[in-house]
């Protein structure tokens, strides 16, 4: 993973909502989780879905990307190269999505689907999606010590005391991690 990155705010699209889809033909059987993507001021992306739902290949880079001082966001830089060129940034607040975050990560894989504000997985179902593979190279090394802090200070808000702090965060880890690994058969 290259050090630096630059990441352009014109090519940001904001996830509506999120869920999860399990195929047993897809991806040995993984639950991939799903991003929507607001697409209602750029169709780039629903053009590029449509494309691709025809060819049934394409390639894409992705990276993951961090602001320099900052760990309150993280981003998913997604470089579509075939069928159509497309660059899409999607933004993520790790305090609120974290677990998203680290079911794409634990997945391997994305489904980007184009959207609205208002727009469920459950709804849109047969809305056309682009399986997109997140490599582990492409993983950030900071995302384990991202993760444990972001945890840390969601069960301190809670009330949990510092005795029980690091196997509650090991608790909290497990059961967040314990999701991904099924499979269908």
Same mark, same amino acid.
């Given at each position: 993973?290259?050090?630096?990155?630059?990441?352009?705010?014109?090519?940001?699209?904001?996830?509506?909502?999120?869920?999860?889809?399990?195929?047993?033909?897809?991806?040995?059987?993984?639950?991939?989780?799903?991003?929507?993507?607001?697409?209602?001021?750029?169709?780039?992306?629903?053009?590029?879905?449509?494309?691709?739902?025809?060819?049934?290949?394409?390639?894409?880079?992705?990276?993951?990307?961090?602001?320099?001082?900052?760990?309150?966001?993280?981003? !998913?830089?997604?470089?579509?190269?075939?069928?159509? +060129? #497309?660059?899409?940034? &999607? $933004?993520?607040?790790?305090? %609120?999505?974290?677990?998203?975050?680290?079911?794409?990560?634990?997945?391997?894989?994305v489904y980007?689907?184009?959207?609205?504000?208002?727009?469920?997985?459950?709804?849109?179902?047969?809305?056309?999606?682009?399986?997109?593979?997140?490599?582990?190279?492409?993983?950030?090394?900071?995302?384990?010590?991202?993760m444990t802090?972001?945890?840390?200070?969601? !069960?301190?808000?809670?009330?949990?005391?510092?005795? +029980? #702090?690091?196997?509650? &965060? $090991?608790?909290?880890?497990? %059961?967040?991690?314990?999701?991904?690994?099924?499979?269908?058969?």
């Amino acid at each position: 993973m290259k050090n630096k990155i630059s990441v352009s705010n014109q090519n940001n699209l904001d996830v509506v909502a999120d869920g999860a889809i399990a195929n047993q033909f897809t991806a040995d059987g993984r639950i991939i989780p799903v991003i929507i993507l607001n697409t209602e001021k750029d169709r780039r992306l629903c053009d590029l879905a449509s494309i691709h739902q025809d060819s049934a290949f394409g390639d894409v880079e992705s990276r993951w990307a961090l602001k320099r001082f900052s760990k309150k966001f993280v981003y !998913l830089v997604l470089r579509f190269e075939k069928p159509v +060129e #497309l660059e899409v940034v &999607v $933004k993520f607040d790790v305090y %609120t999505q974290m677990s998203l975050i680290d079911g794409i990560i634990q997945s391997r894989a994305v489904y980007v689907q184009p959207g609205k504000h208002g727009d469920r997985v459950g709804n849109t179902i047969d809305v056309p999606k682009i399986l997109v593979e997140i490599p582990t190279r492409t993983t950030f090394d900071d995302w384990e010590s991202i993760m444990t802090k972001t945890i840390e200070k969601k !069960l301190k808000r809670e009330g949990v005391g510092r005795k +029980e #702090l690091k196997s509650a &965060v $090991k608790e909290c880890i497990a %059961t967040t991690r314990d999701l991904w690994v099924h499979r269908l058969k």
